[in-house]
């Protein structure tokens, strides 16, 4: 059974940093692109940065220069670093990987950014 368990949300004050983790069970970690999503209150869910298999990232324009992604094959996890982050950076963030026939999302994990 796949499992995508993020962590390492919570309140943050404006400018601060996060850095969410996503730990992947039962399937070949290393076999799939990953990436973060988010989902703002009333708002679609967004793509926020992908890794592939490989290590070539992208990023969405709004967080570009401020957001990191990476993964640890070795420890079937992927990190995404947040800095310098805003208000409007809250929301729920989502974990996925994504192969060549199936994806997966993990729950998420809460970030709010505030004063």
């Known amino acids: 059974q796949v499992q995508l368990v993020e962590s390492g949300g919570g309140l943050v004050q404006p400018g601060g940093s996060l850095r969410l983790s996503c730990a992947a069970s039962g399937m070949i970690f290393s076999a799939y692109a990953m990436a973060w999503y988010r989902q703002a209150p009333g708002k679609q869910r967004e793509l926020v940065a992908t890794?592939?298999?490989?290590?070539?990232?992208n990023y969405a324009d709004s967080v570009k220069g401020r957001f990191t992604i990476s993964r640890d094959n070795a420890k079937n996890t992927v990190y995404l670093q947040m800095n310098s982050l805003k208000p409007e950076d809250t929301a729920v963030y989502y974990c996925?990987?994504?192969?060549?026939?199936?994806?997966?999302w993990g729950k998420g994990t809460l970030v709010t950014v505030s004063s």
């Open positions: 996925y990987g994504g192969g060549s026939t199936i994806g997966y």
């Open positions: 890794i592939t298999t490989g290590g070539s990232t």
